[in-house]
């Protein structure tokens, strides 16, 4: 599946899969992201709360999801967060899956450009940091199924 | 009863109930010795009759302790204390010539496998902890329930063996903040309950009931005054204290709102005859607060607390002590073992936590806030209450309604902010009428059709 040119979205939409980082136990994030992509017309596989990395590969490698959705609220999302999107990108066939993060990554509040870039740097095609609401989220979700996100 | 010359938690708590006194606690934990000493020392001088907290990092919470380790050596800040990863004599060094007698100090962690952390504790000196089998592993972790009660089951046999020290050990069940919102309170009060039940089971003596406020004072009340009547009924032989939580889900962002939330919280747990409070700051909707702003709000909560007078007015009763006492015979008839038990309840869902996305939990139980702002089942799955709580129906919640109830108490009491600078601004002087509610009570949440 060629994602730069966009996919060939089903009556199911999206086949995504939704995550949080091994460190993080927060649920309710995930629980309201999980209707939120639900309500877009998408499919969520929702992983839960402490994914360990090699859960997260493995569920990927098994469901070759359209889009991977990291959220974290507990202060560790970028450290972890980086460490995750470089496993996921040492894989071949997840090499090209769009992954997006967000929440709040850092334990000091909303970060500073920097940490985003290194974040984006890595791999992930947006960064969502906490206070950004909703509807950027949305729109990328509805970008990418109609295939303009990269 | 304890020696009080040992600083027992429990025996802490309880002199300071005698005197009338509410005692405030705050979470609090960060990676380095030094500043953790700081926060320590900072708590115990506030003015307020306060126990220490050090809670620890993500990474030792999840006995991910390899991590933790790297992180302290290449100076990352944990979002906690790594009371594993650092060395028995660091923490005793944190601890010396603070905590004692006087100042008792707990470790707050959510550990759903805590041995190792128990036994860190045991090692600094410490003997009081919270959590427990269900309140510690459902919603903070992917653990089989299978292994998070046999964890915990050793964890309080580790600790129980301290007695043979002279200190009384003391657990505090968490099950009473369980998803820390959303939860209505008939099974939070079971679960806190249960879990002590649990720690009773594994030699605990003295334990203390957890409740997290919620979404309306005159259910949390009487949600309260159940767990009072039930720890009196299932824990005879125990001492044992209730301690409340202020709110722990999406918090107020105004400065007045975040206050006015905390100060509710002090005077339901004076009314309601709670022994403790776990404060909240103005920084809570924002990040992990300072020592500063920690301080300032145990002294908040100290103040508030000390000018309610104890004065339970009829909450009415609603059901939630027959809830909570169905829930916990339900649990007990499935047999002696209470581990075993709490595991089959979970089986057959007979304890089933709204929202929470743990896979041994059935996940068919769901609540909403009603439009008088109480906490209701929408669907109760196989839960063992039928009798009680009647019909409900079976609608799905939307995401604009769930984080509509999600956020109810934050524009509850952020809105009641911004009226009063209104009215302020407007009227040259501020309102005298405390009430946090402007008279407001759309419906919040997604309801039932």
Same mark, same amino acid.
């Given at each position: 599946m060629n994602h730069a040119e966009g996919l060939e979205v089903s009556a199911d939409g999206l086949s995504v899969v939704l995550t949080s980082v091994s460190s993080d136990s927060h649920t309710w994030n995930l629980v309201v992201l999980q209707l939120v992509l639900e309500e877009l017309g998408h499919q969520v596989h929702n992983l839960g709360a402490c994914v360990p990395d090699e859960l997260m590969i493995s569920e990927c490698l098994r469901l070759r999801p359209d889009l991977i959705v990291v959220s974290s609220v507990n202060g560790h999302g970028f450290h972890d967060g980086l460490r995750l999107i470089r496993q996921v990108r040492s894989r071949a066939e997840l090499a090209g899956t769009p992954m997006v993060i967000g929440g709040k990554l850092g334990i000091a509040g909303p970060g500073c450009d920097r940490s985003r870039a290194q974040l984006t740097a890595a791999g992930y095609g947006a960064v969502f940091e906490d206070g950004t609401g909703l509807t950027a989220f949305q729109s990328y979700v509805g970008r990418l199924a109609i295939g303009q996100a990269s | 009863m304890s020696v009080p010359e040992t600083g027992s938690f429990g025996d802490f708590v309880a002199r300071a109930h005698r005197a009338g006194t509410l005692v405030v606690q705050p979470r609090m934990g960060v990676s380095g010795p030094a500043a953790m000493r700081t926060g320590l020392v900072a708590t115990r001088k506030a003015t307020a009759t306060a126990v220490g907290t050090i809670t620890l990092d993500s990474y030792t919470r999840m006995g991910d302790n390899v991590n933790a380790r790297a992180a302290l050596a290449a100076g990352i800040e944990l979002n906690g204390y790594p009371i594993v990863a650092h060395d028995p004599a660091v923490t005793r060094a944190v601890l010396d010539g603070v905590a004692g007698p006087e100042f008792p100090v707990q470790i707050r962690h959510g550990s759903p496998c805590p041995e190792p952390i128990v036994a860190a504790l045991i090692q600094a000196g410490l003997h009081a902890t919270e959590?427990? $089998?269900?309140?510690?592993? %459902? #919603?903070?972790?992917?653990?089989?329930?299978?292994?998070? @009660? $046999?964890?915990?089951?050793?964890?309080?046999?580790?600790?129980?063996? *301290?007695?043979?020290?002279?200190?009384? #050990?003391?657990?505090?069940? +968490? !099950?009473?903040?369980?998803?820390?919102?959303?939860? #209505?309170? /008939?099974?939070? *009060?079971?679960?806190?309950?249960?879990?002590?039940?649990? +720690?009773?089971?594994?030699?605990?003596?003295?334990?203390?009931?957890?409740?997290?406020? =919620?979404?309306?004072?005159?259910?949390?009340?009487?949600?309260? %005054?159940?767990?009072?009547? %039930?720890?009196? =009924?299932?824990? $005879?032989?125990?001492?044992?204290?209730?301690?409340?939580?202020?709110?722990?889900?999406?918090?107020?962002?105004? #400065?007045?709102?975040?206050?006015?939330?905390?100060?509710?919280?002090? &005077?339901?747990?004076? &009314?309601?005859?709670?022994?403790? %409070?776990?404060?909240?700051?103005?920084?809570? !909707?924002?990040? @992990?607060?300072? +020592?500063?702003?920690?301080?300032?709000?145990?002294?908040?909560?100290?103040?508030?607390?000390?000018?309610?007078?104890?004065? *339970?007015?009829?909450?009415?009763?609603?059901? @939630?002590?027959?809830?909570?006492?169905?829930?916990?015979?339900? *649990?007990?008839?499935?047999?002696?073992?209470? /581990?075993?038990?709490?595991?089959?309840?979970? &089986?057959? /869902?007979?304890?089933?936590?709204?929202?929470?996305?743990?896979p041994d939990n059935a996940g068919r139980a769901r609540s909403y806030v009603d439009s008088a702002g109480r906490l209701q089942w929408s669907s109760i799955g196989s839960l063992p209450i039928r009798g009680v709580v009647g019909p409900t129906s079976s609608a799905r919640p939307t995401a604009a309604g769930l984080l509509a109830a999600l956020s109810y108490v934050e524009r509850r009491f952020d809105n009641a902010s911004l009226e009063q600078e209104y009215q302020a601004d407007s009227v040259g002087s501020a309102p005298d009428d405390r009430d946090p509610d402007p008279g407001d009570r759309s419906p919040a949440a997604s309801r039932p059709a």
């Open positions: - | 959590g427990g $089998p269900v309140s510690y592993c %459902l #919603p903070y972790s992917r653990m089989p329930l299978e292994d998070s @009660i $046999p964890n915990w089951a050793r964890s309080c046999d580790l600790l129980a063996d *301290v007695r043979a020290t002279g200190a009384e #050990p003391h657990v505090e069940s +968490f !099950g009473g903040c369980m998803m820390g919102q959303l939860c #209505p309170p /008939g099974l939070l *009060v079971a679960l806190s309950v249960l879990e002590c039940l649990f +720690f009773r089971q594994h030699g605990i003596r003295s334990v203390s009931l957890s409740y997290a406020q =919620q979404t309306n004072p005159d259910q949390d009340t009487e949600a309260l %005054l159940a767990l009072r009547r %039930l720890a009196t =009924q299932w824990l $005879p032989d125990l001492d044992w204290h209730i301690v409340v939580y202020t709110y722990m889900g999406v918090y107020p962002r105004t #400065p007045a709102g975040a206050t006015g939330l905390l100060e509710e919280a002090a &005077r339901l747990a004076v &009314r309601a005859g709670a022994a403790r %409070l776990i404060v909240k700051t103005v920084a809570e !909707g924002y990040r @992990i607060p300072t +020592f500063a702003e920690n301080v300032a709000a145990l002294e908040t909560a100290a103040l508030a607390a000390d000018s309610c007078l104890t004065i *339970v007015g009829d909450p009415g009763d609603t059901g @939630i002590h027959a809830e909570a006492s169905a829930l916990i015979e339900a *649990v007990l008839d499935l047999g002696p073992d209470l /581990g075993a038990a709490l595991a089959t309840a979970f &089986r057959r /869902g007979y304890l089933d936590v709204p929202y929470c996305l743990h």
